[in-house]
Structures are given as structure tokens and as C-alpha cells.
């Protein structure tokens, strides 16, 4: 009896063989329907053509065998379970057969496995050999348990291998994948023809990734390049474009506040300005004039590099609401950040300075109560603070406009709450780690976006320099020379997590501490880092910045925006613990006055990354190599940026398709979606994890 054909939305449950207690397993890997069961892809594939008969198998060389992963299948011919004389670990170890020969597969401290084991079970193991005391092993295989050799559908030549879920073995996944296929309606085509014309469809897709045919091409099907893996890459790429582009459209439908602007307005902007802007500032802040005053929700990134003069943009964008009756608020990811830009904020601001006001968690009560009563009364036309903004007691008399420095270290909910606040205030988020537009997109949604790709004039390029641990004299006889010129210097040791102890030789801030001082034992020396009090730290700060401590030591509390101009070198601990971006930024702290600065990096590993770093002082090309080396989600140091969760999508591989999905998108929205593409876009928000940006 054939069945009937199966829409992708049915039930697992339809599947044979797939009693309660598997059922649960997939429904608690949310995997619902037989979709959800086609999206979960195999991990890997087994080319059956480099199974290596045991026979087969021999000696390179004289002691490490075979340095590549070796896949063999053979059945258990004998299993032991013992003890290690030396170390008392257990030891588990299968005698693997195939009639070609024989080998060892041994596994320490996983005495379990002599129970999941047992003697006749036909095993696909793979890992690599070394020469044991009898010969060639595999030692800690990975391996799967296969049945007999006619259910496996060996016919074919690859492979596919599922991670285990519970009860359901790989073996079982894979089952229930084919018969998923086998009996899965052809879904309609969601995709506009501009990019499925070039695509398999849907259910040919699954058929190649789930049951590869034999001319398929290895390399792309471990890459995750393949056309089928494409195909489903350009579905979740495309919803995700679409729930930005419809996220705008809604955005540019609301109501902005408009911000009025005048010649008077523009000749009291001139006056806080204390030297030329540079040709990317003014157009920057054209754009965001422009988004001012054209009566819609500004929602606009302003990137640029450490040092090309975000602040001041900026702070003229908030010049243009408070000198318009409205209010402005910065808010920066610290209280020393914070502090930083108050103070240039009140240089810029002259005799208006009295209209800023300062909002930090450290405040004590009655401070407090000030801060935040002129916050409600519309006297604090300026206000600066961090995340205590968020806070419930806060309310604001006309805000209008919130400029976020640094968004990515705030979450999606906190900025949600500030919205609330104040009716729909015009968004500023400023970066300074650049990124490219597609990835901008996928962080912070429906953005527009300025660049700030030029520096102000008379920057000296900084002198950078690579030392290993051994040579770490050349750097302190660096630093000798710039304090004896009556310079400052920034030393900056990695924060070291307690799990960490032990397992790594680090030198941690205390013992970096004691070397300084004997190595500048007259020198002041301030120390800070993130447990420190808020009040002592702005005092730490405090002297270093006046100029009373000459070198400063910290964690990475510095990293963004502190502003000592006579800070002519940073020495970084331990350079290799830190991202290229992040490095970057510290490089930014020094370069900041007239005379000539250094940085120099310690570190005994990753010569070749971070000699990127050396090269180059181009933060786009330094970000953009971090990124192909981290991938997105580390390089933001965050998953709770709101990075959606993509299964087969990679931001940075797939940025053309992207670009296309994007393009895509707009047009579909122009044509309007059909009842059928909404209700599928409702359902991949969900499944990729979009639903802050629809
Ligand atoms: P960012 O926040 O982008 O890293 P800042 O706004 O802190 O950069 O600016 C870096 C330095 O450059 C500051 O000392 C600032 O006073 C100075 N600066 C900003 N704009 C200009 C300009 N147009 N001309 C000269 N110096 C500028
Ligand atoms: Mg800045």
C-alpha cells in the first residue's frame, strides 16, 4: 500500500516507528515536524571511498602513525574492560575485525562504553593511530553502530552521520530522514524566481544532503557550500531579510519627531565646535540631520575607527536637540567611559556645560535624586550615564534623541526599555568596530548607516611592534624612554578567569603588578580593573589621567574611550588572549596627542595572527580578518546581540547570497507578500530566533 504524500508541516508523529519516548526527544530538540526533522542535517558524511580496509593499514615513519583521521568499519571480535597500572584509569578496549585484517580501538576513562559495546556489533570508527605496546590503535574513536550491512543503504557511497539525541541514535535519525523523504509532499516554492532559479528545490535539497548521490562533491558537502546547502541558506537568509526590510518599512511609517533646524541653530552648533570637522564628519552628521528633521524615526550606525571623531558627531547631534527644547541622552558601556565623555562634553559646551547631566549606578542617593529630578524636569538637556538609564525611576521630560556608544555590549530587552521611556526618540548607535554593512544588518536590524572612513588631521601612525615573552626587555626599555621624555604609559594585562587557573601559565595582573614596580620602582603606578569600585576607580583614574601616576595597569576596562593625550605607549600582556578588534581599540587609547606612540604586544603564540596587527592600521581590514577567523558570533563576544540563529547560513561565507536575499526581499515587499510567504516568514521567525527584528 502506498501512503499519501505528506505535507512538510505534519507531525513527526506520522513517521513509523517513533514511539513516546523518541517522539520526546525530537519535540525537545524542537523538532516538530517532518520540516524540522529535514532541517536537521547530518554533521558529517563518510566518503565509503576512504574507508580504509584494516588490512590496509600500516606504520609511516617511526613513531606517530597515520597523522590524518582514519575511518574503518569492522565488527567486534573481542572487548576487555581492565585498569592502567600506572595511572589506575580505565581502560576499554575492542578488537576490531573486518576480514582484512585487524585493529585495537582503545578508550580511556569511559568504562561505560564497554556496556554500549558489545561482541558481533559492526563498527564505523574514526580517529587516529598510534603504535601501542601491540601494534597500531585507534585510541578514542569516534564511532557509530551500524546494522547489518543491507539496511544500511550502502549502496551509496556517502554516508550521512547524525549526532545522537537521547534515545534516537544516529542510526535512527538517519531512518527517519529517509522516510521523511520519501513520503514529503513537495512543498510550494517560497523563494522569488530571482534567486531559486539557480537552486534545487526544497525537497531535492534535503535528498542531496540527506542521502547524497555518489558524484556528489565532498569537499562542498563537509564545507557546507554545496548548491544544496545554498538552497537552504537562501531560505533563512531571505526570511531574515525580509523581516528587516519589513521592520524599516514599519519604522519609516511611524512618526518621528521633527527637529526643527534654523541658520541661529547652525551658527550655535559652529560655536562648540573647537576646530574644523573633518569631510566624514560633516557628512555624517548631514545624514543624521537629514533624518532629524525629515519627520521619521532615525534609526542610523555611525562606524568609524577608534579616534576618527565619533564623539564630537555626536555630541552635535545632541546640541541639535537640546538646543531645540528636546533632550539628548549618551549612554556608554562604563562609568569611566562615562565620566570621559562628560568631561569633553563640558569643554565642547562652554557656559552651556550646566545643561549636561551625568546618570551612574555609583552615585550615592542624594546625588542621585539631584541627577534624576533634572533629568524629569527637562533641565538636563544633555544626559550621560550607563546602564542605570534603564532604570525604572528614571523618566525623562522631552527625550528625543539616545545615542548609544558601543551597542553591542547592550541587549536588545535594555534598549526596548529605554524606548519606553520616551515615546519614540531618534536612535544614534555609534561603533567603532567597523563592520561590513551585511553583518551590520544582522546585529542591529534595520539600520542606515554613516561612515566615518577618514581621521582627523595630524594623527602620527603608531609604531607597532610583536615581542616574544623573552624579549619582553625590549618593551620595557621602551616604555623607560617615553616615561623619561615625561610621557605616560598604559600597561594592559589580560582579566583571567578563575577556571583558568592552573591550566595555562598567564601572568595575571597582581604578578604583572609586582614586576612593574620593580622595574620602575620610582615610578607612580595606578592599577584598575573591573571589580574595583566605581568612586576608587574614577579616583585610580583620576590621578593617571592628571598626570600624578605615570603608568596606568588595567584589564581591558580601558579599552574604549579613555582619553590621555600624553599616553605615548601601551604594552599588552598576553597579547594572543585578545581579539584582533579588541586589540585594535587598545592600539586606539595611545596615537591621541602630537608626539609619536608605540604598541607593543607580549606574546609567546599566534605570532600569525596577530602580526596582522603589525601590518596593517586599517581598522574595516582588521575586523574583516577577525571576523573569517572567529566567525560572527565570537568576534561580537556576545550571542545576546540578538545575532540570529542560523542553521546552515554563515553571515561571513554567504555575505553575496546576502546581498541578494536583501535585494530580494525589498522587491517582494514592494510587490506585497502572498498569504502563503507571510505565514512561512511567521514560521522561520520563529524558527530562526528573529523575532526582535519583525
Ligand atoms: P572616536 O570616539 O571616534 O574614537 P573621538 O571622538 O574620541 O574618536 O576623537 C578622537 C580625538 O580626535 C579626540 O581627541 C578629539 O578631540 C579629536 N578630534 C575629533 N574630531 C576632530 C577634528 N575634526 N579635528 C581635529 N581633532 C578632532
Ligand atoms: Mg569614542
Redesign the pocket.
Known sequence: MSLAPLPLSSKVTVLRGLGPARAAALQEAGIDSLRDLLWSLPYRYVDRGSLRPLGSLEMRGFEAADPGLVTVLGTVRDLRQSTTRVQRMALTEALLDDGTGTLRLIWFNQPYLARALKVGDRVLAFGSLFVGRHGLEMRGPQFEQMGREEDIGWVRRYLPLYRKLGPLTGRVRQKLAQEALGRAHPPEEWLPLELSRDLPEPLAAFRLLHDPPDDSDPALLESGDSPAHQRLAAEELFAFSLGVALRRAGRLKRHGLVVPTSPELRERLRSFLP????GA?RRAFKDIVADLTSGRVMNRLLQ?D???????VALLSMAMVAETGGQGALLVPTEVLARQHAA?FRRYLGDQADSLQLLLGGMKAGEKRAALARIASGEARYVIGTHALFQEAVAFHRLQLVVVDEQHRFGVKQREALKEKGGDPHWLVMS?TPIPRSLALAVFGDLDQSV?DEL??GRQPITTKLHKPDAAERAWEQVRRELAEGRQAFVVSPSIDPSDEGKVQLRDIQAMEALLRSIFPDEGIEVVHGRLKADEMAARMGRFVAGGAKILLATTVIEVGV?V?NATVMVVDHAERFGLSQLHQLR?RVG?GAHRSHFLMISGSETERLQTLVETQDGFRIAQRDLELRGPGEFFGVRQAGLPQFQVADLVRDRHLLARCREAADRTLTLGLSEAQAAWLKREQVRLRLAEIS
Do not use: E, H, I
Open positions: 576646530f574644523r570637522l573633518t564628519q568609524g577608534v579616534g576618527s571623531g565619533k564623539t564630537l569633553s567603532a566615518l582627523p588631521p582619553d593625550p586606539g591621541r
